[in-house]
């Protein structure tokens, strides 16, 4: 319950490695107040997302972090409160990017007004969010990928993996997901439909890749990095087409990984092989989020993209549940807390 204050959960330390319980405070502040053309919102849902590690500082990332003492970042479902905005009304559900607090103000840009009519309201920070949005950009605006070649994913079961899994499917491509997990790669192969899943945590992996990549990988999809790649990498076709969408693996790192170095080997395959690597960040491209969003919709609404999310209730169990992403007991469903 909000208490009559703003309940915030703010960064108290950058962290050591994984993120820890005491790298986040709760603080209760005062509920912001408006002037004309502003909009006061309470948020109902939070998204968890793995980019929210990078967002505390002291990793791999060389992107913007949030400064010690301000609320940890990522989007919600929020409904407004009180509006003195023409465009917002008291009760309109909104998507924001206000984080880990109950309640902040907009000026209006930075929120979409929701239609819970055309998707449920989790989906906006799922399938219509920044997750599907990810998937999208990636299979959409970074390559185009030609029916009919191989498609690798990484971390295929998750919130964006499992959805630029289904993008591939529907561009008429053969998908192959790889996640850590026997109920993960059932997931895949039985509900999504992939053309194939492994299981990167089996002892026969590179096997297991072999036999699943007879002709090769055309294009490769990465949301994680890691020593799994040096397998894959192998598999690259002349001309492949790699999307850097994110490396969980290392996002805690700040030291350089120890062992084989495989850097050279990379370099080698990229210049026989014509490897075409690119990477993006959404921040960078809202603007084509309306493309998105009009592609999109009717592929959930009509459940020819499938999504599964989790709900964990209550304010108070937010930062367990961003540790639960890189401690390996997420089960691949998109997490979403909701606020009690
Ligand atoms: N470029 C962008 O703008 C953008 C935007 C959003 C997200 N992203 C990136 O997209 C990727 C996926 O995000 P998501 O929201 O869909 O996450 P997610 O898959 O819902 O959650 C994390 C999953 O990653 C896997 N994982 C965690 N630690 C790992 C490790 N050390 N090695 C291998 N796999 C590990 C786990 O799945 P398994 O059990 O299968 O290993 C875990 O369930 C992330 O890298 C994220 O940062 C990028």
Redesign the pocket.
Known sequence: MTNGKNRQYVLAARPQGPAKRSDFKLIEADIPSISDGQVLFRNTMFSI???QR?LMGNGSSEWPTIALGDPMGGPTVAVVEESKHPDFNVGDPVQTWSGWQDFATSDGPDIRKLDPEEAPLSTALGPLG??G??AW??MTKVHTFKPGGTLVV?????????IAAQLGKLRGLRVVG????AK?VAFLREDLGLDDAID??AHNFADRVRRALPDGIDAFFE????P?FPVLMEHFNRDAKMT????????SETELPKGINYLPRLITLIHYRFVDIK?????YVMDTMPEFLAEMTPLVKQGKVKYREEFIDGFAKLPEAMMS??D?T??????IVRAD
């Open positions: 997302d793995p980019y990078n920044l997750n949005f990810s950009y990636g990484t971390g295929a079961a998750g919130s964006v993996g499992s790889i996640a850590g997990g993960k990167y945590r949301n994680v990095g890691g799994i850097i969408c994110g490396t969980i693996s290392d996002y990477a993006f960040a959404t921040p992403l890189f390996g997420h089960s691949g469903k998109k997490l």
